[in-house]
């Protein structure tokens, strides 16, 4: 396919040279929240997330607004399958892939793989206890905020892809393209249809995840109100619906009981980022997060995702890599950013030879 031939081949077409993917602000979001009375809310409004993947263009293209999903849960489960199976095809084989301990529930939470998370999320469901319950809480919510990720990715993507198809059918139209140019075009019509069914039903899941975490947390918090791990969960919810006052709330309660725990440092960072748009900011409350915990993937993907240069992108990119080489922006958005540091590379020594010569 041709976004395969993209991510393994580099066969990179122009105007996907071109792209910078920006910061969603999107108001029409999903309204399933099967726990509207117990969390009241208008709308489940999921937190903007950058990702933003840079091929040396200084502007950027404006936040999208999305078509509504005219897709059911059901159809949105077969296509999120079909991708997580994609997904673990592309990934390295872990035994994780069948956790077999509460502890594991963790490990696969540090690494922050979505391919994990069903077994994950299936394992700690089968469990007693509080800690199982915060657990499959927190897999959830990492659930919904990577499917998140990932329909973003999916979206500018298409939208790349969609430009590539109709310079190509134009020039079909006019009878001048060539064999490479059929069979790219072959390609691009299956992968324009791919892309946006995986972008809109990942978006579509995300919600239901996220309002499992939330029913979950409230079950910790309600079994043992100490505990921080369900205000940790909750405050993960409250902000990915904006609920800054709710949040606020949350993040005192975890003050009182666990000042230090590196989730705590994490809420703050994303808030940083999300609520204030400050992201140096944010950047060094994830870089701290990293001293406390030097394996929890999460807080490496943000400063990936929060860069604003090729430079800065390569190099979070190269040590995102390091921490988890599985990790679905590795895996999705990686050959992207290594062909455009590759080309950034290429234009420095061309640059350089030039001066060398005058």
């Not at 000042?259 to 950047?283: F, W």
């Amino acid at each position: 396919m041709y976004f395969s031939a993209c991510l393994v081949d580099f066969r990179l077409t122009p105007s996907l040279l071109s792209v910078k993917m920006g910061r969603i602000r999107n108001k029409q979001m999903l309204s399933y929240n099967p726990l509207q009375e117990e969390l009241p809310m208008k709308r489940l409004a999921f937190i903007p997330l950058i990702l933003a993947v840079a091929f040396g263009c200084a502007s950027t293209h404006p936040a999208p607004i999305r078509d509504p999903i005219a897709m059911s849960v059901t159809e949105a489960k077969d296509i999120a399958a079909d991708f997580e199976s994609r997904q673990a095809a592309k990934a390295d084989a872990t035994a994780l892939r069948a956790p077999k301990s509460l502890d594991e529930v963790i490990d696969i939470l540090k690494l922050d793989q979505i391919d994990l998370f069903p077994a994950a999320a299936a394992f700690a469901a089968k469990q007693e206890g509080v800690k199982a319950l915060a657990l499959g809480a927190q897999v959830q919510l990492s659930w919904a905020e990577s499917q998140i990720l990932l329909s973003d990715a999916f979206y500018y993507l298409s939208r790349q892809f969609r430009n590539d198809l109709r310079t190509l059918e134009a020039k079909a139209a006019t009878g001048d393209l060539n064999s490479a140019d059929k069979e790219t075009l072959s390609k691009l019509r299956g992968d324009v249809g791919m892309v946006n069914k995986y972008a809109d039903a990942l978006f579509l899941l995300a919600a239901e995840h996220a309002a499992e975490g939330a029913k979950l947390a409230r079950l910790v918090i309600e079994k043992n109100p100490d505990d921080y791990h369900g205000y940790r969960a909750a405050a993960d919810f409250y902000r990915m619906r904006q609920d800054w006052a709710n949040f606020d709330e949350m993040v005192k309660k975890i003050e009182a009981i666990a000042p230090d725990n590196y989730g705590l440092l994490y809420l703050k960072g994303i808030a940083a980022a999300e609520r204030e748009g400050n992201r140096d900011k944010a950047i060094e409350i994830f870089k701290k997060v990293l001293q406390k915990e030097p394996k929890f993937v999460r807080a490496q993907a943000q400063i990936y995702v929060l860069q604003d240069s090729i430079v800065g992108f390569y190099k979070e990119y190269v040590d995102l890599k390091k921490l988890n080489p599985n990790h679905q922006l590795v895996i999705w958005t990686g050959k992207f950013i290594e062909n455009a540091w590759a080309r950034r590379e290429d234009m420095m020594r061309r640059l350089n030879d030039y001066k060398f010569t005058r």
